[in-house]
């Protein structure tokens, strides 16, 4: 018998499947995080009343130098999600861009988990667990969004005028994620819009309550007093310095 070989590059793949918009899998979720690290938040974020929401701005520079330009959103487009009432931000952020923190007026209204987070062989598992105790995620196009949308978990994303092609066109939802939004730019590089419109949605969605069963605030996470903008000033001053010695 003649063994033949064959190889086919992965994203042709969809091709050799057939696969058509309405068959692509979306079974979420596909990844789910470590149980002792998710009871971990959990017991710091119980108490917390807040309606909780994960941000991240910033995708690797590296990247949109080589053709994903103008997908990574200011930190200071997201003013308005921050002037929403009994909303707690939480920043996911990690390395690059962590340094916007030092520029923006409402710095003091994002939690900043300890630098430590995501280090060594398990990045992104810390994030996946403090994900799974968060309300809602509002990311940029990078990996945020997609470990979000793999852990079934709510998700908004901002995307420019003309976004990677993995976002299709016209159309607010994702056939990859079935718990992800889409919030498009009308015009390219106008952030304002979209901000705005996610605003708005959010004020409804945390003046309904969705957190009311856990009051109090967070013991380990609570910032919400005279040292809290320095303590988010200290967090991107350990932020930088570990970007530096990488």
Request: with cysteine; charged share 20%; aromatic share 8%.
């Amino acid at each position: 018998m003649t063994v033949q070989t064959r190889w086919l590059p992965l994203m042709s793949l969809p091709l050799l499947f057939g696969t058509r918009l309405e068959s692509i899998p979306a079974e979420v979720p596909y990844l789910r995080a470590d149980p002792q690290r998710v009871a971990g938040w959990r017991d710091q974020l119980q108490a917390d009343a807040s309606f909780k929401v994960g941000i991240a701005w910033q995708g690797n520079p590296q990247a949109e130098r080589t053709g994903l330009r103008d997908r990574s959103v200011p930190l200071a487009h997201f003013a308005p999600l921050a002037a929403v009432p009994n909303v707690r931000l939480f920043s996911l952020q990690r390395f690059d861009g962590i340094e916007q923190l030092r520029t923006v007026d409402f710095a003091s209204c994002i939690c900043v988990p300890d630098p430590a987070l995501d280090s060594g062989e398990d990045a992104f598992a810390d994030t996946a667990a403090l994900m799974m105790q968060l309300d809602l995620i509002v990311s940029s196009d990078t990996s945020i969004a997609h470990l979000a949308g793999a852990l079934g978990r709510p998700v908004w994303v901002a995307l420019k005028f003309a976004p990677d092609w993995r976002w299709l066109l016209g159309r607010a939802n994702s056939p990859w994620y079935p718990s992800m939004r889409l919030f498009r730019q009308p015009a390219p590089r106008q952030w304002g819009p979209v901000f705005a419109d996610m605003a708005e949605r959010l004020h409804s969605m945390a003046a309904s309550g969705a957190s009311v069963d856990r009051p109090g605030a967070p013991p380990a996470l609570a910032v919400a007093n005279a040292g809290r903008s320095e303590l988010v000033r200290q967090s991107a001053d350990d932020y930088t310095r570990a970007a530096e010695s990488r």
